[in-house]
């Protein structure tokens, strides 16, 4: 299996052990991406498509703990690693932008110093050659006058500038896979367009797999060649984008795509949002995690895990209005 | 950053302008004036020191020569000591409370931050619970119950250290000790919970998420922001040392101003109060300049102000 | 029906388990955690916190004993007894001697006498009451200036908020201790020569240094929580409650009162309880140089002041009154520690 893909996590389960007890964050997640692909997680804050990415890069917070499965990245079992091993890795091989590009850069150093740093970190490229790289990557990420801005500290640019900072750094070292965590969602309008845009280009001109980490089912859209959607530490959906967006099979799928505004539809009644709370992590439910959700929720629901339907090609989904659908046509047949 | 340190300046300048002259105010309250003892004396001899004093003259006069002799210098003469100026005993007795101040300072700062640090990196185990203890019962320790214990241990049950004066430089580290005990504590406090906030923050996470090994993610990430609310504390640490330092000084006996201050207002040396007010208060309001001017080097985001 | 449980696909299922399941059903799954209010939720985390129960017992142990034992103690604290001066801890005089082997019940000395032959035990516990009343005033007079003065200055913004924070940097970067002793020092005479005029003459009693020191807290210490209170009201004068109020007309004064000072209470309460030990610290230094409370009635600091010269030979003059200071002081720190835990909502993300 390994070498094949890029990621390769297999049946993962990830907890956090808090005072109030096991929070069961991640349930038997399989994942695979292969080098050069563009890889979406959709899902509500809380469903875990965050926690799947860091632990990718051993990134997970202290009282969390891979419990079981596997995870591989690029040949590395990460699961296995220690932290000295794994900081060979981070910011090298694969490396990340937050959602808030305010808090994550260190208010204290200057841009240049903060992007030398990684460049420093993993390369030969020490001292002077180091900020010469820095000012290469300003460029690459589209970065007017990179001398002066290399000199400023972050609370000198602008948000969208700042978050082009922290994509300088996730590529000092030329990465095999970027993982961006709602990149934009802190970003006005206009300049979300303008990362994603960089983010295509670089993409293109770069090589890199990303795995893209998102609330809003717009931005997966026109960049992502596959889609998981997850929901309560589970990968509920998982397709080619066509597949999400024009074959959706889950019930929970299907409630994101009607809750986004479609613009050449002006029947805004049509916008519905999915009503509830998500489930509390703790207390696991014994059926369905979106059961209590669910508009079209059966009996089975509640008290059965739904199984895999596997679909066209990669695309399945874990809904039992499938089974429902088999079930009725058997007994329209016989 | 010229313009940030100028507006701090012109505040200090006010603030140190409306001590003096608040002090100068409130202490006209005082029936007959502040330079005078409220000794009965001959009316002859009440208009007598009067007129030596200046007192004779119209309220506000008095006011413009006293703020205009404190410009140059000059608080006055001293009641108590016949034929010393103010400026004289501040003089001789400053240097002494400065000296044991530094060292309290001293002791503080580089034992009181190190030790939040540790604290906080060792979150909840031992060593941090241990501090969190012994700083909690160390801020509610009032400077004389200290002092006296260690005088206690010691001098009277053990006899290793002298009790009284600053002889040589044994007799320096009780007094130093004492003053530092409470200062050390309350930033070692500071310092934890600044340094807990700063190890939560997305940008150690990015450090982390760099490759950043844990020691530079301290020492290059953590510490210099952690550090921060530590500095804005060195100017209420001064006042703190300072004015520890009447306490200490009178329970060690060490001839310094902090004694001098206290032993001039049991024999309401009035002159002398005022003197040793505003020149404390004026020195406080200077050192707390100097540490704006230290946070503004230390936290590049001040130059936007 | 036989035909389809044959079917190896549906095997499992009927068609009763496809039908939709109802809205009770899908309720019963979820395990909300308990929605509760924000007094409610602080109550309940402050319960759990051992050491903040245990602060507020001996916080409640203390006011109780020095507030109520006094009344009914066999001896009073300014009572000086003949021939009992300087008795060590349980001793009894010649006197009281002889009357216990007439027969007679003495109540011991059970932290002995001073060099007035005063009982300490008194002495220290009035001292605690002095002390505790100081810091409780003290902290109140804070709470009232600084949450009106903040509260104004936030919610007015602009020039207004400009000027009064102006001032308040101001005091903030005046040396509170030395303007405290200078005004201790020179208001005692206009308030003695105040308290000699009728109706004025409980300030006889309380004297003039414990007077001038609350003046000078009113004056000085207030400036902190006006900065807390000052920030927290521009956060929520935007609320929408705000902005509702004012629409149905309500004035300044009210919406300021009723909507937005009694939505940082929680603050309030968490600043003042770290006021109390703040203030009674500044007021056993005072009364340590000599600038507390007016003799006979003695405060924790004159105690211990007065002990110091003794202390060699008498050291439990000294820590029990040094003592009882340490104590109040670390459970009202730890009580506010504990109260800011559980209602302080900014600390609660973290």
């Known amino acids: 299996m390994s070498g094949q893909y890029l990621v390769d996590i297999q049946e993962e389960r990830l907890s956090f052990f808090t005072p109030a007890g096991e929070v069961k964050a991640l349930n038997n997640v399989t994942l695979q991406m292969r080098e050069g692909e563009v890889l979406g997680i959709v899902g509500e804050s809380g469903s875990g498509k965050s926690v799947t990415a860091y632990s990718i890069m051993g990134l997970t917070a202290q009282n969390g703990k891979i419990v079981g499965g596997s995870v591989e990245f690029n040949g590395h079992k990460i699961h296995e690693m220690s932290e000295k091993e794994l900081r060979k890795i981070r910011g090298n091989e694969v490396s990340i932008i937050f959602q808030d590009p305010m808090t994550s850069l260190n208010p204290v150093w200057t841009v240049g110093n903060q992007i030398a740093e990684a460049v420093s970190l993993h390369t030969d490229k020490k001292g002077r050659a180091a900020m010469a790289r820095a000012k290469e990557l300003l460029e690459l990420v589209g970065i007017n006058e990179p001398e002066k801005r290399l000199k400023q500290y972050p609370h000198e640019l602008s948000g969208g500038m700042r978050q082009r900072v922290m994509i300088a750094i996730a590529l000092a070292c030329e990465p095999k896979l970027l993982i961006a965590d709602e990149p934009t969602t802190a970003l006005d309008v206009t300049i979300q367009a303008q990362i994603l845009e960089l983010m295509q280009e670089l993409k293109q001109k770069l090589g890199m797999g990303i795995i893209m980490i998102t609330h809003d089912l717009g931005v997966v859209a026109s960049m992502c060649d596959y889609i998981a959607v997850m929901y309560a530490g589970e990968i509920v959906e998982y397709g080619t984008t066509d597949d999400i967006f024009y074959n959706p099979k889950h019930e929970y799928t299907k409630g994101l795509l009607r809750s986004i505004p479609k613009f050449h539809e002006h029947d805004y009644s049509k916008l519905v949002p999915i009503e509830g709370q998500p489930v509390d992590l703790l207390n696991p439910p014994k059926g369905c995690g979106f059961a209590p959700r669910c508009s079209n929720c059966m009996k089975l629901c509640l008290t059965h895990k739904p199984e895999k339907n596997q679909y066209e090609g990669v695309h399945y989904a874990r809904c039992f209005m499938q089974q429902k659908e088999d079930f009725l046509k058997e007994r329209g047949e016989a | 950053m010229p313009k940030y340190i100028l507006k701090r300046a012109i505040m200090s300048l006010i603030t140190a302008f409306l001590v003096a002259t608040l002090t100068f105010f409130v202490m006209n309250m005082v029936p007959g004036g502040p330079f005078l003892s409220e000794k009965a004396v001959t009316p002859q001899a009440q208009a007598a020191m009067e007129a030596k004093y200046g007192l004779d003259k119209p309220l506000f006069q008095q006011y413009t020569t006293y703020m205009t002799g404190i410009l140059k210098g000059d608080f006055g003469l001293s009641i108590k000591k016949r034929g010393r100026t103010v400026s004289q005993i501040i003089g001789t007795k400053f240097p002494v409370s400065a000296k044991v101040g530094g060292l309290a300072l001293i002791l503080a700062v580089c034992t009181g931050i190190p030790l939040g640090a540790v604290a906080a990196f060792n979150r909840g185990k031992f060593i941090d619970n241990l501090l969190v203890v012994l700083s909690t019962a160390g801020i509610a320790i009032p400077s004389f119950l200290s002092s006296t214990i260690l005088i206690y241990i010691f001098t009277t049950k053990l006899k290793w250290l002298p009790s009284l004066g600053l002889k040589d430089a044994q007799s320096y580290i009780m007094p130093v000790v004492a003053l530092a005990l409470y200062p050390t504590f309350y930033m070692a406090r500071l310092m934890r919970s600044s340094m807990l906030d700063v190890m939560g923050q997305d940008y150690m996470r990015t450090a982390k998420a760099k490759g950043v090994t844990t020691f530079k993610a301290i020492f290059k990430h953590a510490l210099r922001n952690a550090i921060l609310p530590v500095i804005t504390y060195l100017g209420p640490l001064l006042a703190a040392l300072m004015t520890g330092s009447f306490i200490i000084e009178k329970i060690f006996n060490i001839p310094g101003l902090g004694s001098e201050f206290v032993s001039s207002i049991t024999s309401r040396d009035y002159p002398m109060i005022m003197g040793t007010t505003i020149f404390l208060a004026v020195f406080i309001i200077i050192m707390n300049l100097f540490v704006d001017i230290a946070y503004a080097i230390v936290d590049p985001r001040i130059k936007l102000k | ?350």
């Open chain 3, 1 to 350: 029906m036989e035909e389809i449980k044959n079917n190896p696909l549906s095997l499992q299922w009927s068609l009763e388990d496809f039908t939709p399941a109802s809205v009770e059903d899908k309720e019963s799954l979820v395990f909300m955690r308990e929605s509760v209010s924000f007094w409610k939720d602080g109550l309940h985390r402050f319960r759990k916190n051992k050491i903040a129960m245990s602060a507020l017992f001996i916080v409640f142990l203390i006011t109780i004993c020095c507030f109520l034992i006094p009344g009914v103690y066999p001896y009073k604290y300014e009572q000086q007894m003949k021939g009992s001066e300087r008795l060590a801890p349980m001793q009894y005089s010649k006197t009281e001697q002889k009357q216990i082997d007439a027969g007679e019940k003495v109540f011991p000395h059970l932290l002995g006498t001073d060099q007035n032959g005063r009982d300490y035990m008194i002495r220290v516990l009035v001292g605690g009451r002095v002390s505790m009343t100081v810091g409780l005033v003290a902290s109140v007079l804070i709470l009232v200036i600084g949450s009106i003065f903040g509260a104004i200055a936030g919610y007015f913004g602009g020039l207004v908020d400009m000027i009064m924070m102006r001032i308040v940097d101001i005091i903030y970067t005046v040396p509170d201790v030395l303007i405290i002793i200078l005004l201790a020092q020179t208001l005692k005479f206009p308030l003695e020569a105040l308290a000699s005029k009728p109706g004025f003459a409980w300030m006889q009693k309380l004297g003039s240094n414990m007077i001038s020191m609350f003046i000078v807290f009113a004056l000085l210490y207030w400036v902190g929580m006006a900065r807390i209170v000052r920030s927290q009201i521009m956060v929520l004068k935007q609320s929408e409650y705000v902005t509702a109020a004012k629409a149905l007309g309500a004035g300044s004064g009210r919406i300021i009162f009723k909507h937005l000072i009694v939505n940082c209470i929680g603050t309030l309460i968490v600043t003042t309880t770290l006021q109390i030990p703040s203030s009674i610290f500044t007021e056993s230094f005072l009364s340590f140089l000599g600038l507390g409370v007016q003799a006979p009635m003695p405060s924790l600091g004159s105690l211990a002041s007065a002990a110091l010269n003794g202390f060699q030979t008498y050291p439990e003059k000294l820590f029990a009154p040094a003592f009882l200071i340490f104590i109040i002081i670390l459970s009202f720190n730890l009580l506010g520690d504990g109260l800011r835990d559980a209602f302080d909502p900014k600390l609660k993300q973290q």
